[in-house]
């Protein structure tokens, strides 16, 4: 019998799980369709080219949504046991909350290691793919990361202001830039027109701009040059991230993470940045675990009822581990805590939760304290 009740609650809970999976990530991609419809109406890429984007970003997505969509499957199928009485028929068949563990178990147990995939292999090859493929689209059309009558600051050590961006061929008209790289010796250019193109061999934006004027100034002001031009090329680190020929510790294997430490043990950024990336994709996976236990007790907690609510509480569990999780790791990268530690505290935190409501739901008590549901009682009937 316990080997028909197991599959019968996993067969419970992987509907939930589906749908929710399928939902939070089509959300989480929804804030990026903008983006893409842009680049595939305005700017004329491939429609080759967006979807290869969208297969590239989806295990970086899935880092966040699956443990989220998992936590929500769980507390649907067990709220709605909870709530039809078949967990009492359980029970009165000898089977305690404890015996209800394993299939439970082995759900969170494949979710967390199907994260830890995720985050050990996918994720980094995703981003790293999803950085080559920009590459090669801006090397096809250079004039993606302008916009058109917006001060563009994207640019390092560069503020550019185009009025008019050509649908194809990179022609700009109407140019603006502020060339601050030079700190001791700022220039500002104005151009009638201009086209940007490619170079590969430096692996940078060119941009070529006709019938203009350069004024240049250093730190005396009464020192001041103006020099009006015919032909005037302007150096572009567009959309930088992609063409660096270096990996971000995102995209770097664990290897890779473990040798960067290794080589940059007195530059506190780098190496705080790296043993940050290397421990939470391994604390990532044990939360996507922790969450998925924590959703059992409370979702045969009795007297909670309703699909709406187990996905706000769901939502809610996820946002405060995610906001949790977030806040350690920019402690982190700023030194003010061991970036060893920093991915692990969410961590720290909800075992002890999920501890203690396991302790009460065990002994067949209210997850809630007495003293919490005196101060309940008493504020419902003041209000």
């Known amino acids: 019998m316990p080997r028909i009740i ?15 999976l399928l939902a939070f990530t089509s959300i989480v991609f929804l804030g990026r369709m903008m983006k893409l419809t842009q ?4 700017k004329g890429v491939g429609l080759i080219e967006v979807l290869k984007t969208c297969l590239f970003l989806l295990p970086y997505l899935l880092v966040f949504t699956l443990p989220m ?18 967990v009492v028929a359980l029970k009165t068949a000898g089977l305690s909350y404890t015996q209800l563990l394993p ?10 290691a ?3 995939g995720l985050t050990v292999f996918g994720s980094p090859w995703g981003q790293h793919a999803t950085k080559e493929l920009l590459k090669e689209v801006v090397k096809k059309r250079a004039d993606l990361g302008i916009k058109e009558q917006v001060f563009n600051t994207d640019f390092h050590g560069l503020m550019l202001f185009i009025n008019h961006v050509g649908a194809k061929g990179g022609e700009l008209e109407g140019i603006f830039a502020y060339d601050f790289r030079d700190t001791e010796n700022p220039n500002t250019v104005y151009a009638e027109r201009g086209v940007l193109s490619f170079d590969p061999a430096q692996e940078v934006i060119l941009m070529n701009l006709y019938a203009g ?8 002001s009464s020192r001041y040059q103006t020099v009006e031009f015919q032909t005037y090329q302007l ?22 993470l473990r040798g960067l430490m290794a080589k940059e043990p007195r530059d506190p950024q780098v190496y705080n940045r790296a043993a940050v990336e290397l421990n939470q994709r391994f604390a990532m996976p044990v939360g996507a675990l922790l969450l998925c ?4 007790p409370l979702g045969l907690s009795p007297g909670q009822h309703g699909r709406t609510w187990c996905l706000v509480l769901g939502l809610v569990i996820f946002l405060v581990y995610y906001v949790t999780f977030t806040a350690s790791w920019r402690l982190a990268i700023n030194a003010r805590i061991d970036p060893s530690l920093a991915p692990w505290l969410s961590n720290l935190l909800f075992i002890w939760v999920a501890l203690y409501l396991w302790l009460r739901t065990a002994r067949e008590l209210p997850l809630l304290p007495r003293w919490w549901r005196i101060i309940k009682i008493k504020t419902g009937r003041k209000g």
């Open 6 to 20: 197991y599959r019968y609650l996993l067969l419970e809970i992987l509907p939930p799980f589906g749908v929710s």
């Open 39 to 42: 680049m595939i109406v305005v």
């Open 69 to 86: 969509a998992a936590t929500v499957g769980i507390l649907l199928a067990l709220t709605r046991l909870a709530a039809d009485q078949e």
């Open 103 to 112: 299939p439970v178990l082995a759900f969170s147990l494949a979710a967390a």
């Open 114 to 116: 199907l994260t830890l």
């Open 213 to 220: 004027r350069v004024i240049r100034w250093g730190q005396d």
């Open 235 to 256: 150096p572009l680190e567009l959309f930088s991230f992609t063409l660096k020929g270096e990996k971000s510790e995102s995209e770097m294997s664990l290897t890779e």
């Open 293 to 296: 236990l924590l959703a059992m």
